[in-house]
């Protein structure tokens, strides 16, 4: 079974930088797109970014866009979240997620286009 591991969650504070990477567990496998969301206890996981992986197609959430970047490595399999000017509310849980199918019943910020998640990394920004 497919499963991806996210890295690189820490503690930062306000307007620093934290890097994520999403890397799948065993052997890779293909698939239409990558998605980041992040969740807060008690709140519903929320979109973040997504890239498709075929021609790199970004999309990204109001809340980061010009801060974060979501790049895809396809040597390595690897999908990455640059976080920039992190804010105190980018706080929580961090998924990676992929969508393998690449159906597009549902939009790629919808967390039922994704059938693959990682476990989570905690990034913390204080203030």
């Known amino acids: 079974q497919e499963q991806l591991v996210e890295s690189g969650g820490d503690m930062a504070q306000a307007g620093g930088s934290l890097t994520l990477s999403c890397a799948p567990s065993g052997r890779a496998f293909g698939t239409y797109a990558m998605g980041w969301f992040r969740q807060v206890s008690g709140k519903e996981r929320e979109f973040v970014a997504a890239i498709t992986w075929r021609n790199g197609n970004r999309n990204y959430a109001d809340s980061v866009k010009g801060r974060f970047t979501i790049s895809r490595d396809g040597a390595k399999n690897t999908v990455t979240l640059q976080m920039n000017s992190l804010k105190p509310e980018d706080t929580g849980v961090y998924y990676c997620?992929?969508?393998?199918?690449?159906?597009?019943?549902?939009?790629?910020?919808?967390?039922?286009?994704?059938?693959?998640w990682g476990q989570g990394t905690q990034v913390t920004v204080s203030s």
């Open positions: 997620a992929a969508d393998p199918y690449g159906r597009r019943e549902y939009s790629l910020g919808d967390v039922r286009s994704y059938h693959i």
